[in-house]
């Protein structure tokens, strides 16, 4: 079952850089595991002090290998004395069980555009 790997950090500016860098260098990294499907790192619109990395594996234990390789743990230790704390994790994945199915009269009607 697929899972989403989420992760917050709070980024003083004059270490922006140096953290780009770094978790630009996981995700190449990343991208070569099995399992991995894909990655992405945003900045709060409001905060830029804030970023948020969202990883998507197809399981669990695909995360687990990766996240227990010694090539991450390296890069990690140099993200967290960058940024003076641990990075923690929130794993999630998506409910096993659907409880609505969209039925096509669910959907808006679309009139045709009329040309001018």
Same mark, same amino acid.
């Given at each position: 079952?697929?899972?989403?790997?989420?992760?917050?950090?709070?980024?003083?500016? &004059?270490?922006?850089?140096?953290?780009?860098?770094?978790?630009?260098?996981?995700?190449?990294?990343?991208?070569?595991?099995?399992?991995?499907?894909?990655? &992405?790192?945003?900045?709060?619109?409001?905060?830029?002090?804030?970023?948020?990395?969202?990883?998507?594996?197809?399981?669990?234990?695909?995360? &687990?290998?990766?996240?227990?390789?010694?090539?991450?743990?390296?890069?990690?230790?140099?993200?967290?004395?960058?940024?003076?704390?641990?990075?923690?994790?929130?794993?999630?994945?998506?409910?096993?069980?659907?409880?609505?199915?969209? &039925?096509?009269?669910?959907?808006?009607?679309?009139?045709?555009?009329?040309?001018?």
């Amino acid at each position: 079952m697929a899972i989403r790997v989420m992760l917050k950090r709070w980024v003083p500016a &004059e270490k922006e850089k140096d953290l780009v860098t770094l978790i630009t260098e996981l995700r190449s990294l990343a991208s070569k595991q099995p399992g991995y499907i894909s990655g &992405e790192t945003m900045r709060h619109v409001s905060n830029p002090e804030e970023y948020l990395v969202i990883s998507t594996w197809d399981s669990l234990e695909d995360w &687990e290998r990766w996240i227990a390789s010694p090539p991450r743990k390296a890069l990690q230790e140099q993200i967290d004395k960058l940024l003076g704390k641990k990075t923690t994790y929130d794993i999630y994945h998506y409910p096993e069980k659907r409880f609505f199915k969209a &039925e096509p009269s669910d959907y808006l009607e679309r009139s045709p555009s009329k040309s001018k």
